[in-house]
Nanobody, 127 residues
Framework: QVQLEESGGGLVQAGDSLRLSCSVSGQFFVMYAVGWFRQAPGKEREFVAA????????DYADSVKGRFTISRDNVANMVYLQMKSLIHEDTANYFC????????????????????WGQGTQVAVSS
């Protein structure tokens, strides 16, 4: 059973940086593609960033390109989301998702493709 736990959220000012972490328990983490999503109150969960099993392939939502960086450590079973130049619109609950991927270079941008989720970590950016 794969379990995910996010951490690193908080209240920051516009322009600040935060690094979110996602700890993934369970065997064979290297077999899972991972993504970060966020959900603001009253809105649907939206894609933020995704990373393939080997870490070589990534994708980002247009709204965060150039500001956010996703990375993973397959030895430590960790996934990170480095967020810079935060803006008020980044305020949301951030979720880490994982899903088994056959393809080494596969990543997924739809929340419906993810089988496992963490409980989320809240990020609030004051303007």
């Amino acid at each position: 059973q794969v379990q995910l736990e996010e951490s690193g959220g908080g209240l920051v000012q516009a322009g600040d940086s935060l690094r979110l972490s996602c700890s993934v328990s369970g065997q064979f983490f290297v077999m899972y593609a991972v993504g970060w999503f966020r959900q603001a109150p009253g809105k649907e969960r939206e894609f933020v960033a995704a990373i393939a099993r080997n870490g070589d392939y990534t994708d980002y939502a247009d709204s965060v390109k150039g500001r956010f960086t996703i990375s993973r450590d397959n030895v430590a079973n960790m996934v990170y989301l480095q967020m810079k130049s935060l803006i008020h619109e980044d305020t949301a609950n951030y979720f880490c998702g994982a899903t088994f991927a056959i393809g080494l270079n596969s990543y997924f941008t739809s929340p419906h493709e993810y089988a496992h989720w963490g409980q989320g970590t809240q990020v609030a950016v004051s303007s």
